[in-house]
């Protein structure tokens, strides 16, 4: 009886051991791959998700400080507003957008203030060969004291028309010269010192095709616009601080009366006298001005030397934007992120 039950239990030990060795022996159980609609590409895991969607915020930040907003696919809307203030979110997102616009523009004016000295000693000797010889001429100063205040500044809206008008028109032109397909090697230059960077680097597969629909293409017109606008309204300024110190400097009061019959009166500004300063200078100087900033408007876009010292720097800005919004699209889409049609 003992070796029959003795028996009986090895058997079962044995039937015990096959079909443990048997369950190991088949190996572990596959990885599941990411679940449906998790947002992960095959072999991604939750830290590559979460790198790609602080990435995509990061340049979505960096779109919005350099005044391209509608390179970021996120649009601004405006959530839990309160059941009254629903109707007007369309209005509230657009006011958002402007601000953005407003604080772009402020920093955009410091930044170039801080090249005026560049742009004045490019731009100032071609201005001042332009201008030197109207600056001269008996007919000119009579033509610029007849003006009262009121007729002075219609001219000078005028002008800034003049130069508006031009701009729209001859702008959108220039998009022919920027990229509509990239190459990852252009694209990993370009996201050097961004929020990109590393992922540009690292990714083996970037998207190509910048996707520019016409949100993006307004936010590059209105980026040129503003941008040309900024520095032609620095450098009229600076025509005309120029002329009022140069002619209150070489035209003298004897050249003055004879020109006008007596002596012109310093020019009293907020109240206070500026010595040496008639208000005839100053509507010369407007003037000037006027047509000076006219004339770089045009100077800058057509004539190939002007054109590479002062708009050439802007086109690299827009194209390293673009070429920055293939990595961004690269981004949303390891974090699954729908990608624009």
Known sequence: MMSADAGANAGAGAASGSGSDSGAGSGPAPASGPEPGSGLEPGAGPDSADSADAAVAAAERWFVRNGVPHFAEEHYYVAGLPAFLRPFAAAIQLAQLTMMLGFWTVRRVFAEIREVGHLAVRALPLLAL????????????LISAALTSGWLWVTSAFFIMLIQAFLIARLPEEFVTLPSACTPERI??????????????TETELATDPALGLGQRRNMFMY????????????????????????????????????????????HLWGIRVPGVSSELLHVAVLLAGLSALYFAITA???AVYR???????????????????AYLTARSKCGKSLPR
Do not use: N
């Open 301 to 303: 876009l057509t004539d």
């Open 308 to 326: 590479r010292e002062f708009f050439d720097r802007t086109l690299a800005e827009l194209d390293k934007a673009i070429h920055m919004r293939c």
């Open 130 to 141: 332009f201008g030197m010889v109207i600056f001269f001429t008996r007919d000119f100063w």
């Open 188 to 201: 990993r230059a370009s996201c050097v010192a961004t929020p990109l960077a590393s992922l540009a680097e």
């Open 224 to 267: 040129l616009v503003l941008t040309q606008t900024i520095q032609i309204s620095l450098l009229s300024w600076t025509v005309f601080f120029f002329y009022v110190v140069f002619g209150a400097i070489a035209i003298r009061p004897e050249v003055l009366k004879d020109w006008f019959g007596h002596v012109p009166p310093d020019a």
